[in-house]
């Protein structure tokens, strides 16, 4: 029988969860081809990893809307998805939004709150009250939909920074301090992460949110034997820094200014063009130069959202470095990338390289994905094909390990 | 006592040449440092690579001028090299003049021709005789300088494709074509190749022209053990796309189109603006993104001579590239860099390295040098970062070698 | 009544006939706005103009085909109409598309016969036979549809230059040789301008093909009092570099070239990929920016055909100019239009106030159009708001001349 | 005898006031031609403007240096000027350093008082107190130098935007006000307004400070018969934006979103990187195409400092726009300018422009200047084309007058 991997959407009804939906219906129904998958390259193809098909996707939400609407608002604005695809496939897409529950608001960000309107009851009280209704939610589905393996993937909107202390060291410690009532010690996305964890599930984090990043969170994580990786995905300027900065590196050309302004439209905007948000973001993409040249340029990144871009990424990069003799030159990009649908493939791809790990009895932090994020953990580098030769390696490996 | 290093540049008073001669000069006195020198970067410091001041500079010319000359109207029209460190360097700069020599014309194409102004005596009319006039070149320029090894790098101008044929598979058969009179077997490129692999010298090809890029002239290099490399310098537009291209491949993104369009205005422009003589550097400049992404996307290439753009090779790329679910993307990006300042120390860097390799008794072609060519030799390899990884390699293993 | 005004449309199903006849049916079912339009500013809102649903459209094509495949076709591959418009103007373009007639094969130069497929009967063995078969169907058009007016636009594919002479001079000898078998006089584009004026229709040709402009159409056009205008709709690129040099010449820049390089994949593109075709093009194109500036700069332009880039016309344009103290200085713009949809609300513009001039009784070269061509006729002026202010100061005297 | 012009430049040393000086000197030699001066357009040479060789160049400063280091620094940081003019102009640079007085500091703001390092004595107590010692320096200057006419032009640091109130409407009551001890009731720039007024000079300010730009000012340069105008130049961005917005306004383009960013890294850069000074810029550059489209689309305008760029200030726009059918397309440019180069000229074209006005009987504000101003005070129009048409209109007028 064909393995059943379940895909919890944090963020479920968002540009990216829409579109991981989306994709993964009008794959299986082969209406699109995997173009922009991974782990679609021939290195991968003879890899035991799940097809489209084998995917159930739930999710939590604080939207009150669904899936259809989604993404028929998302095609509208953004000129993305066939009309036809949509009607083709109602059924799966109704079926993934009827699998997706409302999520706490506790501790949800000015920004972020500004957008709820969903909840099923009273917020709850604390950070323990809140994960445990998480974990009520991961069990149903788990157990109604006879999942395999339960991966839960980060791709709700960005949080503003936020700062870990002694408290979020030892386990035992934070615990109690989940309890306390009031304003919680970790934010949201760590919700998910540690109910993700207290349940042996995997979780994901997409997004440059705190999640699982912190030393409590690894400790449960290795006491349940969860799978986990992060963060923050490497989708389109960013991947184009860690691909350019080598080459000025490796040809001895030192980059005097980096300079790289993104504007783009859709949700995911509105949320960064508040500064706290947005600080979380620019501090990854912005810290990928210095890694890898090893030393830091003049540097400028800005977040824009401008009304009308929709989810078309617009990002422009300047720069100015000292060639031979002293002489200044100048490389310019322009990227124009749609968001979700560069972000979207990268989630499926983590997700099927995560239920590979899984069924090789993998435990812990998975630091061969790193060529998929912007801030790696576990991986201090950032060089993008230094990473990926890690997870050529790795396939590599299994292969060898499987014959 | 200090290593003498002969560095014998064909095309000596052009664009590149210029440069090279003036950014050693000014290395040497410490006017400048070695930012855009590949070997200057911290693997390769240990090396018991020649200093600038090791090197000799002489070389061939068909027009009749000077370095002094040429370095000052590079400065005024491309705004490059500081004033003064022309007249710092005057006298390093008049006495390498002193060892450029009148290059045959026999061979040269029309567009080519059309600049020489300099010819010591009558035309030769043989190919072999023109290497033999060659060779008497260097042999004086090697005893003179008393030098430790010769270097022949050709840094002239792009000549049209010359066909090859059966006639140059072997040597002895080709050895007799070469001495026939009228319209020679090869062209000027290869007079120069040959010559110095008649004496055992070194030969490098930074330009695409034919060089020693045929069977006949591979038996002779081998028959004398010289050392040999190749070709076409990738410095600008063409390492950009060696290392965007491999991105595209990794993240399975389908790159319908790519173009590029390169303009610039220096002397080089000039002989490019030749539709032959173009085609050569056409070619390889589409040829690695096929290669390196494994399908043919559509492209057009074009380099334009714009008068007042000197130096600057400003170069526009649009890459149109398909994502997942078919969506349709762009990235565009200008290159504006100066031309002979980016090709010069790479042409030093070549040299340091071959020297480096005869010091360690080596023979032949040198394909841990690939990632300085647009056209490999003896590398099928075109993506950059897996090229610079052979060099790395080479250099780790001879860090190792010499412990 | 209202007033009924015959579009006659000259490659009807090509990307502009096809997005006329969609714009014109969505208009007037207030499904879109007039946004595009020039004739839906304010200074134009008081002027008796024909309304959208006061067009009738028909046309001639040599392709089978029909606007609802077109627009289909357009539709999926470049991404524009939304998919409701075409289901709720079916009605509309079935009509348009039975008032569609083959047009003559003869004289099509190759690039454009290798797209016919569609031909009614024989083809016509002289010109004066084309004439005479465009004139029957234009009468039984006119008839059918009780139009008030007839405009012929030509939105067909572009020809290669075609050489006038001697023979084009006088209307007299013009006439027979129109009768002569064999290699027409004139091109196809001529046929239907010559057809249109000796009916006393209007015609306005919005390619650079001959169509009326030599000096015995002009005669004919005179003596039935038949309007006219042309050249070349000013779309996009041409458009910016009429608005562009007039600010580098107020501001006393020498601009020392200008680079344009266009990459677009309609079937425009296919017909603009044969050199020949493409020389009409890049001819108006290029003077503009002379005529304007006063002096010729370097100037390179480029069309180039790229495969999957649909109606989406990339332009990259690289202005490198002197400014005080002899500073070189640059200005580079990419422009991202879709061809069509830029073009397409020129052609009604033109065809509204074409019908305006025809209520106020006008007749001959109607020169206030100029802001619409690249290469205006009967007005030397290419400096787009010198051309605009001339079309402002008409209709301000047309309004003043209706009070 | 030829006319003297006293041409009083506040901030001397800046990158603008260097370039004006060295620019007059080398016009004055004969080394360079006059290309960027709208006043040497062939509209303008019949009219009897000051020659380079007329004016006597002066001004207030607050750093201790000179036009020679200020001249070799800007050589050597941004590559202009040829280093041999500097040495051929000496003597004009030196006499006309020794011409510079030291500026009041009072009421500096903090980002520029950081720079000041040059006080001649204590400064002074009340904006009255600074007034009369500027005016002292300019009546010592006109008397030594026996000026016809002399001009005081701003091209100093950008101040922070500064409230104007009640107590700036009329004259008596803030003359009262400017005697105050303490914070003074206008910043510096409008001391040096002040101070041209009370004695009858010109006032021209090339920058967004306050400088004339209230009433009580007004009436002050009224009672005296002073000429003025302003403000802030219109360099580059906003030249190309008061180009361009006009052309989607005339074509019905839907500007939805403009996003301009600019980079550079002169000293006026480092004032700019100051949120209260940069502010003062953003709004004049963002406002002009709101005044033109005569509706708001989103807009982003960012100045960044970025070290290394020196004067080069690359600004890089992406204009999002609605056509036909509700179509979304774009426009990006880079325009790549050196910004003292840019704006010298515009400075030297207001002095004789303002010379002729002065030779011509005129006073008060010269509003047919705005083609010269992002901010042109007394007209409301934006677009350049109008602007300058108006400025034609005048020439005309003043050729017809004095004929």
Redesign the interface.
Known sequence: MARRVGLWLVGAFGGVGT?IT??LA?MARGL?D?????T??TDFRALPLPSPGDFVVGGHEIRRTSFEESAEEFRRES???E?SWLSDCREELAAATARVRPGPTLGLDPAVRKLANWEAEAAPDSARHAIDRIKADLSAFAAKEKVDHLIVLNVASTEPPFPISEAHESLSAFNTALARKGEPIVPPSSFYALAAFEEGHTYLNFTPSLGASFPAAAELAASTGSLYGGKDGKTGET??KT??A??F??????V??W?G?N?FGNRDGIVLDEPSNKSSKVRTKDKVITDILGYKP?S?V?I?Y????GDWK?A?D?I?F?????????????????DS??A??LGVDLARLADLEKQRGGKGLMTHLS?FFKGPEGDPEND??KQ?AKLEHYVATIGAGTK
Chains 1, 2, 3, 4 share one sequence.
Not at 34 to 38: A, F, P
Not at 322 to 338: D, V
């Open positions: 579109t989306v994709g009008t699109v995997q173009t922009g998958l991974v679609d390259l000129g993305v998805f009309a991947l184009m691909v350019l080598p080459m590196a490796a040809r001895n050309l030192k005097m200014s300079v302004h504007i003049a400028v800005s824009e401008v009304p009308g871009m617009t422009w300047h100015h000292t060639g031979f003799l002293g002489t200044k030159m100048a490389l310019q990009f322009t990227w124009q990338g749609c649908l560069l979207a493939p060529c993008f094909f990926y």
